[in-house]
């Protein structure tokens, strides 16, 4: 069904959307692969772009994978914030961000894009689109990631005139950083 078309949905099944989308997240915060499951259709396809290799999972086997290695990426102290912007019949749209358990530090940000079905009676999720906003965009992040590369050019005397020498530290600095972003 199109956005902004005529609902053919009944308001229940808007609820029972918008609910097993929710359930999707209880399951993460609650590290529960069976409830996990439950939410996700068999032929359920995910594509996320905050992951390393940009490639779709097709199938319930092959997402349920995915968000096991999130949840085991995440750790016990990281969790999901959600709040849901748009539901329209069987598609739910929720707004996210990663945060830190204990102190509520917002770690990341991004948007979901959920389709559903009813799967033999049961209302499953059919469909996920999992976009979140590079780490580099994130002000915080960046703005320590920009003084924490002036200290080290600083530190290594590029600003004094010594910037042939301190080429190697510099490039093995970036180095480091863009391994950093790419393997946390």
């Known amino acids: 069904m199109a956005f902004g078309s005529k609902r053919s949905a009944s308001g229940e099944e808007d609820k029972r959307a918008l609910e097993t989308v ?3 997240y209880t399951a993460l915060r609650n590290r529960n692969i069976t409830e996990l499951s439950e939410a996700i259709g068999e032929e359920c396809r995910c594509v996320c772009n905050f992951i390393s290799i940009f490639q779709p999972f097709h199938g319930k086997k092959q ?3 995915f968000f096991s290695s999130l ?7 990281i969790e999901f ?3 849901p912007t748009l539901h329209d019949g069987m598609n739910v749209g929720v707004s996210w961000r990663l945060e830190w358990k204990k102190t509520h ?13 009813i799967y033999q009676g049961k209302m499953a999720i059919r469909n996920v689109e999992m976009f979140m906003e590079p780490l580099v965009h994130i002000e915080p992040f960046r703005l320590k990631l920009m003084g924490f590369v002036m200290t ?20 093995l600095s970036l180095s480091l950083m863009i391994a950093l972003l790419f393997f946390m």
Not at 105 to 117: A, N, Q
Not at 153 to 166: H, N, Q
């Open 22 to 24: 929710l359930k999707l």
């Open 63 to 65: 997402v349920l994978d």
């Open 81 to 83: 914030v959600v709040q």
């Open 152 to 171: 080290v050019m600083d530190k290594i005397g590029l600003f004094k005139g010594k910037g042939k020498k301190a080429i190697p530290y510099v490039l």
């Open 105 to 117: 530090v917002p770690l990341g940000k991004g948007f979901s894009f959920y389709m559903c079905h």
């Open 71 to 77: 949840m085991k990426h995440l750790g016990n102290n």
